[in-house]
Every structure is written in C-alpha cells, then in structure tokens.
C-alpha cells in the first residue's frame, strides 16, 4: 500500500527559531498533499493544502507567513514554522493520496514539535 | 463536506465484534464514507470506505443504510490493539481535504 514518511518524529526547538518538517510519498506521486495539527485530546485540524508547483492553500485562521508550506516535487511537501514560540507546540501530520490508491488518504507518522 | 456525528465513547470486551455508529444525514449523492483510526500518538490509518454499498476487507466491515444517512463500522473481533479513536469522514473522492470530527473513543477492555 501507500505510504507517507514524516520527518523528524520529534524536535524540541528553543523560541523564536524555524523549524522544518518533511512530508513525502514514499512509493507513489502525490500533487496534493495535507497538513494538520492536532492538540492535547482534540481532533486533527487541516491547516492547509499543499499543491505541488503551485502556493498552498491555507485554512481560515492559519497564518500562512508563519507555516510555510513547499511541495517542489510529486514525492515531497515540507512544513516549516517559523519563529516559533511555546503556543505552536502540538503534534503536526501530513497526509497524501495516490491517484489511483484504493486505500483512501494515508496519514504520515507525525512530529511532536515542542518549542521551549 | 457533510458532517458525522459520533458517540464519543465506548468500550467493547476483546474477542467480540465492536460496532462503531455514525450518523451523516446531510450527505450528497458524490460523498464517500471514510473510516479512520488513530492510535495514541500516532498518524491516523485508514480502515474502509464506501459510497453505498456494504464493504468489507481485512480489518473491517462497513454497512451504509439503504438512504445513506448512516453507516456502521464493524470490527468483528476486537483485540486490545484496536484501542483507538475512530473517525468516520464524509468527503468527496478525488483529492478533496478529509475534516476530522470528534471520533469515537474506543476502549476494548480484558
């Protein structure tokens, strides 16, 4: 089946620095690719959609200067907080979807990111 | 996209089928029915879909109701590795985003 490899699966960054997480398909192409966040015992939340040669689109109320989103290649999409600070720590997870995959979306692993 | 309802909890004994309810009576003709699963600290994985007819595979059986506005995931033996938070997402097929509701907590107990 499809898979997404996220990486790290753990950063612990200090505050006011830029921290980078990669998304890719490991055995298929993906143009389009997800991003979402998930707190503490909430749900995932999409915090954009990431299209392969062209800008993301962003979900109302996600500031799109501070999570940059690049999707350079089919394989490839990479999410990168900057000046991060205490309230962006959460548990970030992308997923893609092959174009003929039977098996729905598949989810990356998800990185624990933790600005101290 | 239409939106799902589901209980947010409910334990199930291990080695008896778990049935996983989810109502989604605003859903359009185009809409699938997606089940996911997430593991503690984990990226959700999928488990099933379907537009209207039953389906089923390795890990479980989904029944949709003839009018669409329901739908059951089945586990038919659940192990204490199905302890989860269970999904059920409404969305069209081809690339359209997957919103995540509150999902059921699932607790197969001893």
């Known amino acids: 089946g499809a898979v997404v490899s996220q990486h790290p699966s753990r950063v612990i960054c200090k505050s006011g620095t830029s921290v980078k997480i990669e998304c890719r398909s490991l055995d298929f192409q993906a143009t389009t690719m997800f991003w979402y966040r998930q707190f503490p015992k909430q749900s995932l939340m999409l915090m954009a959609t990431s299209n392969e040669g062209s800008k993301a689109t962003y979900e109302q109320g996600v500031e799109k200067d501070k999570f940059l989103i690049n999707h350079a290649s089919l394989t490839l999409s990479t999410l990168t907080v900057t000046s991060a600070h205490p309230e962006d720590s959460s548990f970030y997870i992308c997923?893609?979807?092959?174009?003929?995959?039977?098996?729905?979306?598949?989810f990356g692993s998800g990185t624990r990111l933790t600005v101290v | 996209d239409a939106k799902t309802t589901q209980p947010p909890s409910m334990d199930c004994a291990e080695g008896r089928a778990a049935n996983l309810p989810c109502n989604h009576s605003t859903i359009s003709g185009n809409e699938y029915v997606y089940w996911y699963r997430q593991i503690h600290s984990q990226g959700p994985q999928y488990i099933i879909h379907g537009l209207k007819n039953n389906e089923t595979n390795e890990m479980a059986s989904l029944i949709i109701t003839e009018d669409r506005k329901s739908s059951t995931l089945i586990l038919p033996h659940a192990t204490l590795r199905d302890t989860a938070v269970y999904y059920c997402i409404v969305s069209r097929a081809a690339g359209n985003k997957l919103t995540f509701g509150g999902g059921t907590r699932v607790l197969v107990k001893p």
């Open positions: 997923s893609a979807r092959a174009a003929a995959s039977a098996y729905g979306y598949t």
